[in-house]
């Protein structure tokens, strides 16, 4: 076996954050960092209100920074009470004068023209998604920015199809939908809300996560010139208190959250015995079960992804590894050649692989983890790479003679750090990935396809691969068991959550 060389860093003139990485096999790979010129950044934003950017009631910004080099990139407004109130009140008279009495194929229109205008900016938008948020453009470029275009044309194309969304059903929006997204999929989670939301014929106030409110600002940008009704779509910015006020504003008929546990069951909490709808998607621990007669080198694959795509910040993580005992040496040695090939660092450059932790409080939970781990006794091991001098990074980790009842293998760790469990049988399996507090993805890889079906069967997570992970498509509905909330968004079980259906 070739032992890993060292990264060696040389000098480039790409920008200080740019690694050469020895692979295993001596290859280098030149820098090949993306332009950032694309990137239309405006040093100020405001609210996003009835069609207007207004400045904050509140009177204040803040920085939203890149976690790659920690440079400030902009700064937004923080929308206070008053000013939750005044973009609820838009989307309120927004929803009576105009949207809900639209026809629904006109309101299609509206939806397949945002769709095509993300697709027109898409470079830019995944330039400013990395940027914003740290995640290697080739992620950025190649899932989130198509993902979220998808997402709008194919909602666009339920908008007049309800009647056999539900058949023999008849159907009526609710109202104000407010929703508030996380930072790890910043434009995705703009569009999973939005797009349903429309479609059904409701209006919406959207709040993006404060380490990340760029392209959400800039899919406002794209809903002035699409010329949808002022008012139909507000974008305002803030932090956990911004987020709160939407939540308790009267208001508001709907709430979509996604986003940790804690924050979740406050907001159940808060719309306990009013007439909110609520769907929840929460946190994940998902387990990847890698069966002796897999396809080993494909399941290393997909557990690499699973776990380092997006750096771990991915509530479908396949965060847990199960491998089955007669196979477990040669899969961790596999994975441990594999992480050793991982380029970590500049997220604007093509090659990177593991981009920029979304922020210090990220990455200080990440290592909090890594250090319960030690502690805990599982074996560590972390890829040889050199990480950039400058922002928030994380070496690819793995913990085996992982113990069931570890915190490593119980908690969300929302980061590059992977906990490797064994097994003999399937029943003994089952009842390990089933002994979390989670319910929201898993992944299974076997041969056999009656070994497939007994697991998804039996397995009780929203989402279930077999011999693949992190798949997503606009018409597969996505959402979780137990902790990991309730409702289903993508496909025609996302119309659901925006509907009542009244015959
Ligand atoms: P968070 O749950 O605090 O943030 C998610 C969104 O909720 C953000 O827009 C935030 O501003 C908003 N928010 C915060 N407090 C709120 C409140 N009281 N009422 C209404 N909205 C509120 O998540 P955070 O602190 O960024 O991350 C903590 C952990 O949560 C992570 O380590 C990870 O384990 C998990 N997480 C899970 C996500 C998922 O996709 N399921 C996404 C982000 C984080
Ligand atoms: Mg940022």
Not at 332 to 345: C, E, F, H, T, Y
Request: with cysteine.
């Amino acid at each position: 076996m070739a032992t890993a060389k060292k990264p060696v860093r040389k000098k480039t003139t790409a920008g200080k954050n740019t690694l050469r990485v020895s692979l295993q096999t001596g290859w280098t790979y030149d820098p090949a960092p993306e332009s950032k010129s694309v990137a239309r950044i405006d040093k100020r934003y405001e609210l996003f209100i009835n069609g207007k950017w207004e400045a904050p009631l509140s009177k204040k910004y803040f920085d939203t920074i890149n976690p790659a080099t920690e440079e400030k990139l902009s700064e937004v407004a923080e929308a206070g009470v008053a000013d939750v109130d005044k973009a609820v009140t838009a989307a309120g008279q927004a929803y009576e004068k105009t949207w809900k009495k639209m026809p629904a194929r006109e309101r299609a229109k509206y939806i397949f023209r945002i769709a095509r205008m993300i697709q027109e900016k898409a470079r830019e938008l995944a330039v400013i998604e990395t940027l914003d948020g740290g995640k290697p453009i080739r992620e950025s470029r190649d899932f989130d920015v198509p993902t979220a275009a998808n997402h709008f044309f194919y909602y666009a194309g339920w908008a007049d199809k309800l009647e056999y969304a539900f058949p023999n059903r008849k159907t009526e929006p609710l109202g104000v939908a407010g929703q508030i997204i996380p930072w790890n999929f910043p434009l995705l989670m703009a569009a999973w809300k939005i797009a349903p939301a429309l479609a059904t014929g409701n209006t919406v106030v959207l709040k993006p996560a404060e380490t990340t409110p760029l392209t959400a600002l800039k899919l406002a940008e794209i809903i002035r010139e699409a010329d949808l009704p002022p008012g139909v779509v507000n974008i305002i910015t803030g932090a956990g208190a911004t987020g709160a006020s939407l939540v308790q504003h009267p208001g508001v008929s709907k709430i979509a959250f996604t986003g940790s546990t804690e924050i979740g069951k406050l907001i159940q909490q808060s719309t306990a015995g009013t007439s909110k709808k609520l769907t929840l998607e929460l946190g994940g621990k998902a387990a990847n079960i890698i069966f002796e007669d897999a396809p080993l080198d494909q399941a290393v694959e997909g557990v690499i992804n699973g776990i380092f795509f997006n750096q771990g910040h991915v509530c479908c993580a396949g965060s847990r590894l199960y491998v089955q005992e007669s196979v477990a040496k040669e899969v961790i040695r596999k994975l441990k050649d594999r992480m050793a090939s991982l380029i970590v660092g500049d997220p604007l450059d093509k090659n990177t692989d593991i981009g920029a932790i979304n922020s210090r409080q990220q990455l200080d939970t990440i290592r909090k983890y890594i250090s319960i781990g030690k502690k805990e006794g599982a074996e560590f091991y972390e890829s040889d790479c050199r990480l950039p001098g400058k922002g928030f990074f994380c070496k690819p980790t793995l913990f085996s003679q992982v113990a069931q009842s570890s915190r490593i293998a119980q908690e969300e760790i929302f980061g590059p750090v992977l906990a490797i469990l064994t097994f003999r049988t399937d029943d003994e399996v089952i009842e390990k990935a089933n002994n979390t507090p989670y319910g929201l993805s898993a992944g299974v890889w076997t041969d056999k396809g009656s070994k497939i079906f007994n697991m998804t069967k039996r397995i009780r997570a929203g989402v279930i691969w077999a011999n693949t992970f992190n798949k997503f498509d606009p018409s597969s509905p996505f959402g979780g068991f137990k902790e990991s909330g309730y409702g289903r968004e993508g496909g025609l079980h996302g119309l659901l959550p925006y509907v009542k259906l009244i015959s």
